[in-house]
């Protein structure tokens, strides 16, 4: 099946800083790539869609000033949480698409703010 | 607007017992349902996906069903290691966007 790799796996930071998270495909290219927030023993929620080349496309309610996403190349996308606080603090799961519905997940980022 | 409902939310069966997990969803336009697996601190693995009622799949001890109102995932003779959360989720429309439902908790006791 196809890997989907997302770095780093945890990180920890102060209230007011920014992470960014990395998202790639390994053995394929990803023309759109998918990111989730997942709340303890809670399913799976969708923030944006990323294309390639282009904007994402953010959920309602999600905010996309605060959630950057950016998609340069057909094999990575970023997350970026600026400014982040303690509520911003939770799993972080990116998917890619591989045609022509299939969804493969990453393994996830443990975000902790303090 | 689309909901994917699981059940039951937990599930806790002894090594060999038989049973079947319950996925049922309401959308418009169903273009696939997929099943995954995900361990504690891990991301989704992918197991099946659906396209069409009377569709089944079947991977080793799994297998998937799927009708016009639900799916099943069939687990034979589950092993301690089938231990994990079950996650259905569904496609529909023109979009690529998935729904997730809450998940059944496996856990499976030698």
């Known amino acids: 099946g196809a890997v989907v790799s997302q770095h780093p796996s945890r990180v920890i930071c102060k209230s007011g800083t920014s992470v960014k998270i990395e998202c790639r495909s390994l053995d394929f290219q990803a023309t759109t790539m998918f990111w989730y927030r997942q709340f303890p023993k809670k399913s799976l929620m969708l923030m944006a869609t990323s294309n390639e080349g282009s904007k994402a496309t953010y959920e309602q309610g999600v905010e996309k000033d605060k959630f950057l996403i950016n998609h340069a190349s057909l094999t990575l996308s970023t997350l970026t949480v600026t400014s982040a606080h303690p509520e911003d603090s939770s799993f972080y799961i990116c998917s890619a698409r591989v045609p022509p519905d299939t969804q493969y997940f990453g393994p996830g980022t443990r975000l902790t703010v303090l | 607007e689309d909901q994917v409902t699981q059940s039951p939310e937990a599930l806790r069966l002894q090594e060999g017992e038989s049973s079947s997990l319950n996925c049922s969803y309401t959308?418009?336009?169903?273009?696939?349902l997929f099943w995954y697996r995900q361990d504690p601190g891990k991301g989704p693995e992918f197991l099946f996906t659906?396209?069409?009622a009377g569709e089944e799949k079947e991977k080793e001890r799994l297998k998937a069903t799927l009708t016009k109102k639900e799916s099943f995932l069939h687990i034979t003779a589950p092993k301690p290691e089938d231990s994990a959360t079950y996650l259905c989720?569904?496609?529909?429309?023109?979009?690529?966007?998935?729904?997730f439902g809450e998940g059944t908790q496996l856990t499976v006791n030698p």
């Open positions: 659906l396209y069409s």
């Open positions: 959308v418009s336009g169903l273009r696939g």
């Open positions: 989720a569904v496609q529909a429309g023109s979009g690529s966007r998935l729904t």
